[in-house]
């Protein structure tokens, strides 16, 4: 039924439960999982006149840094691994849904899994439309996770 599954994820608790779902999913079909993490560092003219005292990570505005996703990506594939799950890494830069939509589309994607929201504050109006432009736009089927 569902051979490859990709996974968005920002680590967030939605995510985290989008990707506790996934995991017991792909564990009872057998599936092969594609887990997406996205980051997109400020634009170079919002840098131009910051001030050389900005503190260290001042230069991504609309997400975390790149090793922030990797280490989101990492600890995510860990309870893959330990419930025997295949399971590949895909650090991406740039609009998270692209970059959930894009892997899907490589790796042909039977399912998106993604959850209803992300992180809180600021970010949310901007992450929030992540599950909304998946599911307009996904090449397959979309499952998204929803936590109170």
């Not at 792909?26 to 170079?44: I, R």
């Not at 900005?54 to 991504?60: E, Q, S």
């Not at 600021?122 to 998946?134: A, Y």
């Amino acid at each position: 039924m569902f051979e490859a599954i990709v996974v968005g994820t920002d680590g967030s608790p939605t995510a985290r439960e989008a990707v506790r779902q996934a995991m017991e999913l792909a564990k009872q079909l057998g599936a092969h999982v594609h887990l997406v993490c996205a980051y997109e560092p400020a634009p170079s003219i919002a840098l131009r006149d910051a001030d050389d005292q900005r503190p260290p990570g001042a230069d991504w505005a609309l997400g975390p840094p790149r090793e922030a996703v990797n280490a989101t990506l990492a600890e995510a594939a860990e309870e893959f691994v330990r419930a025997g799950v295949k399971v590949d890494v895909y650090p991406r830069r740039g609009d998270a849904a692209d970059a959930i939509i894009d892997v899907a589309e490589e790796r042909s994607a039977d399912l998106i899994i993604v959850g209803n929201r992300g992180t809180t504050g600021t970010k949310r109006f901007v992450l929030g439309s992540v599950p909304n432009k998946v599911a307009h736009h996904a090449p397959c089927a979309v499952l998204i996770i929803r936590i109170a």
